[in-house]
């Protein structure tokens, strides 16, 4: 498989002892990082090998430091986290998740503390809070332990949203595949989530559509493929949502750039590795 050096990449923010940036269309070289990686999906899923191991699909997934692996985005987009080993954070997750692995998929949803919107800002402008606020909570939910379990209709229904053309999303359906009226469901949902129904699939829509924008589509087939009835609907639910246009958010991100958010950022450093397995470069 051939690494496709042309990725889409937001900002890349840097802290004291931790990094993030948006990151798809693109599969890369195997490579290894100093610090402990953390993948989030906020779409469709992505395909990651580690080591030897063959390709797997993943919603999220915690890579150890110094392993190398090779990341397949899979037309969908990540937030990607380092975090220096070094960190509280990092410590107790390698305890909890990495004892004796290169690798594994945490049994937690890292989306379900984070709403829709902040996703939505977080990708739309590269706003440092928005993104640090983030990579506070998908921190805080791996370090602690919730007591507090969902309602399974509404985990049921966010990840039919999630998993689901959004040309296709009706209330209706959904409401049928947890066997609830639609009332029921919207009440039920606006209660478990603090957000209507509506408006959580309108958000889903959105980021599917950023998704394949991200990936090279025109904004005009972005907009039918997510569900609007063409790229002005598009255009004016996101301004409308996000005081942002889809060429706004172009012009925003096809620029990488690299933001020092304090005064310690983390040191980063990335090796890649050649066929025969052996540090082709190292990047600092």
Request: aromatic share 8%.
């Amino acid at each position: 498989m051939k690494a496709i050096t042309s990725p889409f990449r937001s900002n890349f923010f840097l802290w004291n002892g931790v990094s993030a940036i948006f990151f798809s269309n693109c599969i890369t070289h195997v490579h290894s990082h100093n610090t402990l990686q953390i993948l989030v999906d906020i779409q469709s899923g992505f395909r990651c090998r580690v080591g030897e191991a063959e390709w797997q699909s993943h919603k999220s997934l915690i890579i150890k430091e110094e392993a190398p692996h090779q990341l397949d985005t899979a037309g969908s987009v990540q937030l990607i986290i380092y975090l220096d080993t070094a960190t509280t954070a990092a410590q107790q997750i390698q305890t909890r998740y990495l004892p004796n692995l290169p690798s594994t998929e945490p049994d937690l949803d890292l989306l379900s503390s984070i709403k829709p919107d902040q996703w939505q800002q977080a990708l739309l402008t590269p706003n440092p809070e928005n993104i640090l606020h983030i990579v506070q909570q998908i921190l805080q939910t791996l370090t602690t332990s919730s007591t507090t379990k969902p309602d399974p209709r509404v985990s049921l229904t966010e990840r039919t949203i999630t998993h689901t053309d959004p040309s296709q999303l009706s209330i209706t359906t959904l409401a049928s595949n947890v066997h609830l009226s639609e009332s029921r469901l919207r009440a039920l949902f606006k209660t478990q989530t603090g957000i209507s129904l509506y408006k959580y699939i309108l958000w889903s829509r959105i980021r599917f559509a950023i998704n394949r924008i991200m990936n090279g589509s025109p904004i005009g087939d972005a907009a039918l493929e997510a569900g609007f009835t063409d790229s002005s609907h598009f255009h004016k639910m996101l301004v409308t949502m996000f005081g942002i246009s889809p060429s706004q958010f172009l012009k925003d991100h096809r620029t990488m750039q690299i933001l020092t958010c304090d005064q310690s950022p983390l040191s980063f450093e990335t090796k890649v590795y050649d066929a025969n397995g052996q540090v082709e470069k190292i990047y600092k």
